[in-house]
């Protein structure tokens, strides 16, 4: 072993220790550097409107966007908080923040307001009461009604009437900020979403209920009001909204094949309730919402924490994750993270992605968007040292279940077309007293034109059976599977027995 000198010693020490404090000081100056984001199209999109502080001000962007064209007239939100009361709207706004933008007048606390299930049927001092239908699952009709389901719609006649009567109005916007401005997007409060996925079931329930005591123009309107109301959703600009708007959409048309395959409905009224059925408007894709909404809130929440303090940005990102292995705040000062390549690198996935849900076919989409999914590096994500330094960071957090609402829209798209071609059915059943032997029988008498399956752009597997018919979609796998569904990508099927 070597001993250097004492004096020699603690000089080596003292240029080791200043040599590291120096590679410090050049590592904290670097991770500084690394948190400047220059505004620009591949940044952060737009660089306009701007907050006090110099951050892009994406909600008034997104709240600018979502609003054009809305009138007091023409939004469907007053009416709907109207049915609702104070209970849709965020505790964190001042009392009358959005409803005053909405120009509405004062809720009272209490009033006549929408009742949901759990809330009507829990017993005192019981925990609420379980929801005994489900949106995801069909249910066949006809079905025995309790006398609490009763009660439950009774009390909820008038809430319910204005909700139909929104469902009648053009748009639906609700704002995000109320005149106490959330700090990020992503923690923008949705309490609306209960209401609306409790009132839609009661309106699939009441055409259930209507049906069997032989309310056929009620059932019918019942329908078209749940159909509307999915439309009106499907035009919010959150994925979490559109995704319900769709499952509303699949069991809306679940409940109209139901309806159609009853037997109670004469021939005109299916083919009214087709003619109704076509006037409904288009459900949105799910493409603006990521464009703008889903693509803004990566892009706040990415010039938010570049913003804050190290320490501060670790522990949000942190509980952003979820993930409990993530580097420690106290590392954050010393980590060179490109915040600005995060917001590159998260533009061109979501411009890839949208380029791949523009193709003209589902197979095509498809292709595209399994090759994007390929070419995600998985084993970035699963390293919670490499994670946060990757430009691929918001492609784990914010981007990989964005190709999954695409798939709903989809199914929802084929249980609308089985829906009309289930109703021409059981007209022409209605006229010549079984069903036809091909789909294209329904032609020019049913149909204007058949349905395809949305999924193949071929026509919808159909064949007549000794008590009913099969029909279905292939549904998202695009796989033949017989008219079985034991996987959410399997066959979509509307068969009579």
Partial sequence: MIHLPRRRFWRLTIYLVCLVLVLLAADVVWARARRTIHPGYDTTRITSPLLDNGRIDYLAAIETNFSRGVTSENN???????????????????PDGITSRLGMAHLPEKGNYYA?????????????????????????WPAADSPKTLAWLKANEKPLQLIEQATGRARLFIPFDGGNRPVLLISVLLPHVRPLRDSSLALLVRARVRLNSGQLDG????????????????????????????QLEAAACRADQEASA??????????????????VPPLQPPTDAIDMGERYMMLDTTQYVAQLPPTQAGKLL????????????????????????????????????????????????????????????????????????????????????????????ETARAEGRL?????????????????????????????????????TDRPLIYSRTKSGYTLYSVGPNMTDDGGESTGPADDIVASRK
């Fill in 262 to 279: 009853s037997g109670k409905f004469s021939a005109q009224q299916l083919r009214e309730l087709i003619g109704k059925l076509a006037s």
């Fill in 76 to 94: 469907a939100a007053p009416l709907l908080f109207e049915a609702f009361g104070r209970e849709a709207l965020p505790k964190t706004q001042p």
């Fill in 219 to 246: 059932c019918r309107e019942d329908l078209l009001a749940a159909h509307r109301l999915a439309r009106l959703i499907s035009q919010q600009a959150t994925l979490v909204e559109r995704a319900f708007a769709y």
């Fill in 419 to 455: 829906s009309v071609a289930a109703a021409a059915l059981a007209a022409y059943k209605a006229d010549h007293g079984d069903y036809p032997a091909t789909l294209s029988d329904l032609a020019t008498d049913y149909l204007k034109e058949l349905p395809l399956d949305n999924f």
């Fill in 318 to 409: 942190a509980d952003i994750t979820g993930r409990g292995d993530a580097p420690p705040p106290w590392l954050f000062p010393f980590l060179p993270i490109a915040y600005e390549q995060w917001m590159i690198a998260g533009n061109h996935y979501d411009d890839g992605l949208l380029a791949a849900l523009r193709k003209p076919t589902y197979a095509m989409r498809r292709s595209a968007i399994d090759e994007m999914e390929r070419g995600i590096d998985r084993k970035v994500h699963d390293n919670r040292w490499l994670s946060v330094l990757s430009p691929a960071w918001p492609q784990g957090i914010f981007m990989m279940q964005l190709t999954r609402v695409e798939t709903r829209w």
């Fill in 116 to 140: 949901c299930w759990q809330d009507f049927a829990k017993a005192p001092g019981e925990p609420p009461a379980p929801m005994t239908w489900d949106l995801t699952k069909p249910e066949t």
